[in-house]
């Protein structure tokens, strides 16, 4: 154990490990979710709350867990990103790990009252969340560093987390809800694509995988802005098919340009990490103007 791992770490150097700029990517599909529930008139708030709880809680432990796996491998002792309290010595790693499966149990807690409160199957499927968040980057073989990140983050916290809630509120999914899943989870991905893109030279010298290390800097750059895209295509497709409304999701548009500038121009390391949170603000945006949409028509 190093010196500084024997330190106590700050709050701030906690908080920094749990990755704020990440979050959106979990509050996004519950709004998102909610409003295709609104849409139906069923939606329900207190479980939109627990539904919040459970996706909060698991992207927390998934931040921790992967800094806990990556900072034991040695992969985060040459990027550029913000803190890791594993790899920098912070924090000795058993304690991260503790912290990522208390923030799991925190979810696993909030998801089995969701559950009990909707349909008791549903149990089944946040253990089956939490196992991915966990084998993402622990175990032996973390699929995240056989560059099926992006596809986890696309069914984890688009397709179930916005199904998921809509389901819990409506007992049912429908059509928008599904158009909603798909672009969080293209935009979702899109963070985690562009965390990638900026960790290509320290991933591609220590054996970590990622989709971006498989396709390399400029297909990876032109992945991030059609993924990017995908809301605004469902804001028009959704504006045809269901509600005039559903075009208050362009209004999003100005952030998520602001967010693909860097990619576009080639930026590298240090100079890519804006792009997260803009790209995160976008999405979260996104989610709160199409949930707007549909209470209002």
Not at 19 to 35: C, D, E, L, M, Y
Not at 41 to 69: E, F, M, P, T
């Amino acid at each position: 154990m190093s010196p500084q791992s024997r330190r106590t770490a700050t709050p701030a150097q906690w908080l920094a490990g749990a990755r704020p700029h990440t979050w959106a990517n979990a509050f996004a599909p519950v709004i998102s979710g909610t409003g295709a529930a609104a849409l139906r008139d069923s939606a329900n708030w207190w479980r939109a709350l627990l539904a919040l709880g459970v996706a909060w809680a698991l992207i927390i432990g998934v931040n921790y867990a992967n800094d806990y796996s990556d900072g034991i491998r040695g992969t985060d002792e040459d990027r550029s990103g913000t803190l890791r309290l594993t790899g920098s010595g912070v924090v000795a790693p058993q304690k991260v790990k503790r912290a990522a499966f208390l923030a799991f149990g925190a979810a696993g807690v909030l998801g089995i009252a969701l559950s009990l409160a909707s349909s008791w199957w549903l149990i089944l499927v946040g253990a089956f969340c939490i196992a991915g968040a966990w084998f993402y980057t622990g175990g032996s073989r973390p699929y995240g560093y056989r560059g099926l990140g992006e596809v986890a983050v696309f069914i984890f916290f688009g397709l179930v987390a916005v199904l998921g809630t809509e389901y819990t509120q409506s007992g049912t999914i429908s059509w928008v809800g599904l158009a909603c899943a798909v672009a969080i989870g293209s935009i979702s991905a899109a963070v985690n694509l562009a965390n990638n893109l900026r960790d290509i030279p320290s991933d591609s010298a220590s054996g970590k995988i990622t989709l971006a290390v498989k396709l390399g800097d400029s297909s990876t750059r032109r992945l991030f802005c059609a993924l990017v895209t995908v809301p605004f295509a469902m804001s028009l497709l959704l504006a045809v098919t269901n509600t005039w409304w559903a075009l208050l999701g362009l209004l999003a548009v100005p952030l998520g340009v602001v967010g693909m500038q860097p990619v576009r121009k080639g930026a590298m390391g240090k100079a890519l990490i804006p792009v997260l949170g803009l790209t995160g603000r976008a999405m979260l945006a996104w989610a709160v103007l199409m949930f707007l949409g549909f209470v209002l028509s």
